[in-house]
Each structure stands twice: as C-alpha cells, then as structure tokens.
C-alpha cells in the first residue's frame, strides 16, 4: 500500500511538539545567516548569491545523474544576476534549462503558484522535447498509459518497485488539491514554513505528475515555500546541495514517507529540517570564511603596501589551501610556477616575504619550504 492509497489521503499529519528541536535549529541556523548576510554590502551580496545559485544548479542537476559544468553555470548565473552584459555569458542548453528553474522558484515567490506555471517549469527544463533520446511531453501532466514507478532493475530477477505513483488518470485531480494547499499556505500560513516547504516537495514527488523531471520541479517548489516564508527572492543558500551531500539519506527518507498506509509525515519533515539547517550553516561559515580573509588582507596591505602582483597571488593561494594544507609547503619552484616568474624571482620574493614575518621558512637547500604565518601578517 502506498501513502495516496490511504483513507485519509492527502490530509498530511505530523507531531508538532517532536518537531520543535529540529525547527528551532533549523531557525537559529537560518537567523544567524540571515543576520551576518544582512551586514553584507552590496557587491558582496550578489557575490554570495552568485555562489548559491550555481551550487543550487549544478547539485540539483546532480542528484537527476547530470553533471554540469560549473564555468558555464557560473558564467550563466552571473548572466541572469545582471553582473554582465547579457551577450557576454555563453550559453549551453542544458545549463540554461535547469537554471530557468533556479531562477523561477524564487522570482515570483509573491504571487500564486498555477498549474501554467508548473507546465512553463517543465517545458523550460526540457526544450527540445527529449530527455535524453527519448521524446516526452512537455508542458503538460504524463499522458502515457504505464504505470509510473521508481524500480531498481534486478539481472535474472523481479524489479524491485520502491513506489508506484497515482493513475495517469487521476492526476489532474491530484494535483488540484495540491496546488489549492500551496496558495492557502501563501496566503495565509498556518504552518511552519519550513514544514510547509517539505510537505509540498514530499506531496509533488508523491504525485509525480510529469514524465520526467519531477525531482528538480519538486525541489524548486520546496524553495519556492521557502522563498515565501523568507518573502525575498534572495537565494541565500542552497538545499539541493544538502540533499545531494546526504542523497542516500534523501531516497530512504522519500521512500519512506511514501511506502505507508498513514499520513504521519513527522520524520520527513525532521529530516528536512536538518537539511535546512545545514545548508543555513553552510553559507553562514562561508560568509565567516571571506570575511576573514578579507581581513587578513585587510592587515597584510597595512603592513606590507609595496606587495607585488606575483607575490599577492601567491600569498592568496596559500591563504585559500591553508586550511587543507599545501601539499609539499611552498617552495621556490612552486612559486615560479604559480606567479609565472623566473626561478630567481621566485626566490628573491620568498625571501623578501621571510625576511617581512609573512612567512615562515623551514628546511634548508632544495628541501627549504614556506608556510603563511596569519597571526604575523
């Protein structure tokens, strides 16, 4: 028995007082972000959200089994963010469809939701009407008469069917409901909005009301709800990214959830939460990262003005791996190599950044290695 084939069915019931820890981190989290972003100045801003909206990209793209590559990503977000001319940015058709979906799951987060709109989603994931070789429709429900099922192949044995979604029939129907629930919650929230944020996503894959692509519409519908519970169209974090990090979390809870004969949703909204909470934390230690270094840089061009091109770039780069370690520390020919100077350069430089207290040398000879000193600095 699947959960749409229960008596109460769609009538979802979670246990609001077991979910209080998890909302509250989720919301301490989210409030610590949302201040320290809040302090960011402008170009900083869209920075950030420029590294959110490729990590949503590229991971939701991800977790479907397709990998996008990250310049083009990049380069088409910044595109969509205004931080260059529209001709500038090259164009990839893939890239371009999954963002079209970044994009419209927080543009319009102020208005109703329609059945149009979730058509618009869908054709703009798949433009030329294939996914894959095979063709689909597009901009509309599934037409097709067979079962819609999400199965493990087994060599020489039965499938193993984790889920079987509604009759192709009844899927106007069922996503009637659906949509109605969504604008309610918009209009008048009577639930947590994260809550609300993981029954719509939980709902819409219950569904599943298209031929393909219903895992990248049910996640951008999920930070649709999300974007109306912030009431911004800043993307500030990226939840596609925590469910990939944790996606074989991601399928057993979704499996879960849907092979039940009740309508107690409790511990999929709880592990929502956390995944919430995370992807908050995230962006938070990143914003806490470039404001350190930006301090760091801050303190070094203080103290040491005359730095040179070469030298910057390479302090930067020990700067950024410091934290992994620089495999080997820095020597004179890695340093000829990254700044592209001459092998003496390279070591008058070292020694000049030695000599300074910016950096720490270790060894002698061609053993002689380098290590940025921060406090020094």
């Not at 077991?18 to 909302?23: G, V």
């Not at 020597?331 to 700044?339: D, L």
């Amino acid at each position: 028995m699947w959960i749409w084939q229960a008596p109460r069915w769609p009538r979802f019931e979670f246990d609001a007082q077991a979910l209080q820890p998890s909302l509250a981190a989720a919301r301490l989290a989210q409030g610590r972000m949302l201040g320290v972003a809040g302090s960011l100045q402008l170009v900083d801003l869209t920075a950030l959200q420029l590294d959110e909206w490729t990590q949503e990209a590229i991971a939701t793209a991800q977790i479907e089994g397709e990998t996008l590559q990250l310049n083009s990503v990049r380069a088409s977000a910044a595109r969509r963010l205004g931080l260059v001319p529209a001709n500038r940015a090259p164009k990839d058709a893939r890239t371009e469809a999954v963002l079209d979906i970044v994009e419209a799951a927080v543009a319009d987060w102020d208005r109703p939701l329609t059945e149009d709109d979730l058509f618009g989603w869908h054709a703009a994931l798949f433009p030329n009407g294939r996914s894959g070789i095979a063709r689909i429709v597009t901009g509309a429900y599934r037409t097709h008469e067979d079962p819609m099922q999400i199965v493990t192949p087994r060599l020489g044995q039965p499938d193993v069917v984790h889920y079987e979604a509604p009759r192709l029939r009844d899927v106007p129907a069922q996503m009637k409901p659906l949509l109605e629930w969504f604008e309610e919650g918009r209009a008048h929230p009577r639930i947590d909005g994260i809550a609300r944020s993981a029954i719509a996503h939980l709902w819409f894959e219950l569904v599943h009301p298209f031929e393909d692509g219903n895992g990248r519409i049910g996640r951008a519908l999920s930070d649709l709800a999300l974007a109306q519970d912030l009431r911004s169209s800043q993307r500030l974090f990226s939840l596609s990214q925590q469910l990939w990090l944790d996606r074989g979390g991601y399928y057993a809870q979704l499996q879960a959830a849907c092979a039940q004969d009740g309508m107690d949703v409790t511990e999929w909204i709880r592990w929502f939460a956390g995944r919430v909470e995370q992807a908050c934390l995230r962006t938070l230690a990143q914003i806490q990262s470039a404001g350190a270094k930006a301090g760091f840089w801050a303190r070094l061009d203080a103290a040491h003005p005359a730095l040179t091109p070469s030298q910057r770039k390479v302090l930067n780069r020990l700067y950024d791996a410091e934290n992994g370690g620089f495999v080997g520390g820095m020597s004179t020919e890695k340093y000829a190599a990254i700044a592209g100077v001459s092998r003496a350069t390279a070591y008058r430089e070292l020694t000049d950044l030695a000599t300074s207290g910016v950096l720490e040398r270790s060894g002698q000879g061609r053993g002689t290695r380098y290590a940025l000193v921060r406090e020094g600095a």
